[in-house]
């Protein structure tokens, strides 16, 4: 029998640098030129059919008129993104500990789960102005909206998360003598971190459409505001300079989201790259 040599250092070390380029071709590159064609051909399907500006405006069009008030639109993103924000952390606030009270008792599951179903089947643009008499004319009915709308499918999956850990390793816990508190915090929460992080991606791309839904209701500043004030006065590249703002922000603070799992949990499992 022949014995091989190892490979030399160098070809060992090819794989991990050709998977990071795939890695970058599939995050960065392949949708940037994506991006880029589609714009390219929305701007040249405007020209092509002399299509009118209020109907469906060229980027180029958009560029120029949201360019123009640019202070005015940097101050109502902000206004958005602060919505956005404080939607986002207050429904982590919320979420983790319910998932773990339902997880820790059938009997609380049984009875709250109903409620939390019943607070998603109401729709928010409906639940909205009754909320502004409740709480007034403030942020709060704005918070609000933005917390239901993220909060569900982040109990959904922290909960489903920490009941995924293998039956053996739960035994295994409860012979050494663990307490309820180090099952928790060594054995359940780290397996449940890739369902934490699914469950943070859905959300915080879900707190930027329900500031939105907020803010058509009830708000004198934010994206969701102007894009109500911009159709109502006809300046329809300007709405579509705000909904492209809303597009980019919710894509920049899904990617936050994601570098934060790839920087603080590296082994999660769904650090994987599509194609790699």
């Known amino acids: 029998m022949s014995v091989q040599a190892a490979p030399p250092l160098e ?6 640098r050709r998977r990071k380029k795939s890695a970058a071709l599939y995050e960065v590159v392949l949708p940037l030129i ?5 714009f390219l051909l929305w701007e040249a399907a405007c020209r092509a059919f002399k299509i009118p500006g209020y109907l469906l405006p060229a980027p180029s069009e958009i560029w120029k008129d949201t360019l123009a008030i640019g202070p005015t639109v940097a101050g109502h993103t902000m206004a958005t993104f602060k919505t956005v924000m404080l939607g986002f952390v207050v429904s982590i606030l919320i979420s983790l500990p319910l998932a773990v009270v339902l997880t820790a008792s059938p009997a609380i599951a049984a009875a709250v789960y109903p409620f939390l179903v019943w607070t998603q089947s109401i729709p928010k643009v409906a639940l909205a102005p009754i909320l ?8 709060l009915p704005r918070i609000v909206i933005t917390v239901l709308v993220a909060f569900f499918p982040l109990v959904i999956s922290v909960a489903t998360g920490l009941l995924s850990v ?11 003598r663990a307490s309820k508190l180090s099952e928790l915090l060594r054995i359940r ?8 992080f699914a469950g943070l991606k ?7 459409v329900g500031a939105v839904v907020a803010e058509f209701v009830n708000a ?4 969701g505001f102007l894009i109500q004030t911009s159709t109502a006065f006809f300046k329809v590249p300007v709405a579509f300079g705000a909904l492209i703002i809303l597009s980019v922000m919710g894509v920049v603070l899904f990617q ?4 934060a799992e790839r920087i603080f949990f590296p082994w999660s499992s769904s650090n994987t790259t599509p194609g790699a």
């Open 189 to 196: 929460l780290p397996y449940a971190i890739p369902f934490i």
């Open 220 to 223: 004198d500043a934010g994206l």
């Open 132 to 139: 502004v008499v409740l709480l007034g004319t403030n942020e």
């Open 202 to 208: 859905v959300a915080i791309s879900l707190a930027v």
């Open 11 to 16: 070809e060992r070390q090819k794989p991990p």
């Open 166 to 176: 293998p039956p053996e390793l739960i035994e295994l816990s409860r012979a050494c």
């Open 256 to 259: 936050l989201v994601v570098a």
């Open 34 to 38: 994506a991006t880029a064609g589609l």
